[in-house]
């Protein structure tokens, strides 16, 4: 005989999504604890046209930016405890010393889109502090996706706009890695698209699909097929 167990209490054995991680931070020393989502609860449900991922249950972008309760230093997961370069420091310091944070949030702690964005805008200041402009163009387009969850076109706009002001700026200015240029050439294309700027979005489409014909990258692949359709 097989026993199942009753469904009340299948429906109580509620594992965690998220689990506490601990990081230095790199610029004032504080030990901070930030969440970072299970990988196994993270399931994209689709994509919106500019591959947004839509998910369902728990949204990982809300954790993506960790951020020190006591200087708010902000960076990706990935480059929170990097060594930052002397040069960049008075800047960062600059920058953050101005910044006036809600007493009652908590960086640390579950995040709702309102501390999402805050975490996202503090991560572009800083990336901008340290010259990665690349990076400050892939905070505002997160932003622009945290808005678009909000149902708050206008600040959406704001933001996708300041994408990409800053992919082309990155794209203009800055060395770009191989791995990265696939994504930024996407943006730039997507954006440009977004805001009416038809000749621009084929150019960066075809620089794509030209550049990258032999990719197996999933920006190049979407790419190709909206090069088709502004033709
Ligand atoms: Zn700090």
Redesign the pocket.
Known sequence: MTLLKPFWQVMITITPETWDKNYT??????Q?TSKKVFTEKIVVKSYDEDLKPNYEGINPLLYSIVV?N????AALEIDFEKYISPIYLDELKNVLSTVKIPEAIDFGKERDHKTALISYALAALCYRAKKQLCKVAEMYLRMGWLHRDLKDIEAENKALAKALVSFEECYMSTYIEEEKEPMILFYLAELSKRFGKKEEARKWFSTLATKYKNSSSFYVKVGRERWKDLK
């Open positions: 931070c790199p610029l004032c020393g504080s901070i020190c006591t200087c708010y230093y």
